[in-house]
């Protein structure tokens, strides 16, 4: 892959890890507004966490895989911390960044991703289940981590609950939320002149994520709830 072309968000991480410059990735959505994710939060240190991601970290145990890990903010907490880490992403700029400080890091989709080993905790923050796309993919990613998992293991999340994104000021709301799920979005990523491909992201709320868990045999609660933001765990029964 041509990383310039393909890669705004590997580009980016590269390019900062260098000039040490701030240029912010404009992502585009097809739902709301464009949106900005400055460069220094996807380097963010433990103190830099929201606690959301301070509680999830403090659940960590075992081997642990990094879903969608791109700087690495938490690879690089839980190795320094003595943990066994392995971290996926597609971004190869990520990749190449994330071996070059020394985690072990691996160019795959989660979805094709098929290790010889097992883990004990699968990480996937700053909404990261969003990776399913559709919600009609939710429970085939739960199953995939599943696979993933040692028998106990745990799947660590975060989403959010996007309704009030569609919410009047009366509290009526401008969409049927019975038609479409409302939590589906379209995003591409752009950084400098790098555009990155349109891609699904699904934020999902939490009694969907429970249901589809549970039919997946995953026990799941609540760790904790912000702003229609919240942290998930999911371990294997
Ligand atoms: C919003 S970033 C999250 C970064 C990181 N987890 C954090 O908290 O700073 C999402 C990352 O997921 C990666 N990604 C998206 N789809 C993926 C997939 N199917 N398999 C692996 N990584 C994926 C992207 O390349 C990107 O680096």
Not at 36 to 43: A, D, R
Not at 91 to 107: C, D, K, M, R, V
Not at 160 to 165: A, E, I, Y
Request: aromatic share 12%; hydrophobic share 40%; proline share 4%.
């Amino acid at each position: 892959m041509n990383i310039k072309q393909q890669d705004p968000i590997g580009q980016a991480i590269l390019d900062f890890t260098k000039s040490k410059k701030p240029f912010d990735i404009i992502v585009n959505a097809d739902m709301c507004d464009d949106d900005i994710i400055p460069i220094e939060t996807l380097f963010r240190s433990f103190e830099e966490m929201p606690p959301m991601e301070q509680d999830a970290m403090q659940l960590c145990r075992g081997k642990i895989l990094d879903v969608g890990a791109c700087a690495g903010p938490h690879s690089r907490y839980l190795s320094d911390s003595g943990f066994n880490v392995t971290a996926i992403d597609t971004s190869p700029g990520a990749i190449l960044y994330l071996n070059e400080i020394g985690i072990n890091a691996h160019q795959v989709d989660f979805f094709e991703f098929n290790p010889k080993e097992q883990f004990d905790t699968i990480l996937m923050l700053m909404n990261g289940i969003g990776i399913a796309g559709t919600i009609d993919n939710i429970e085939r990613t739960l199953e995939k981590a599943k696979s993933l998992l040692k028998p106990g293991g745990q799947l660590i999340c975060d989403s959010s609950d996007v309704k009030f994104l569609y919410e009047e000021e009366d509290g009526s709301f401008w969409m049927n939320l019975n038609a479409a799920y409302y939590g589906e979005f379209k995003f591409k990523m752009n950084y400098k002149k790098i555009e990155g491909p349109w891609f699904n992201w699904l934020y999902i709320d939490y009694d969907k994520l429970h249901m589809a868990a549970k039919k997946c045999g995953f026990k799941s609660s609540k760790i904790a709830d912000q702003d229609h933001h919240y942290l998930a765990h999911l371990i294997l029964s």
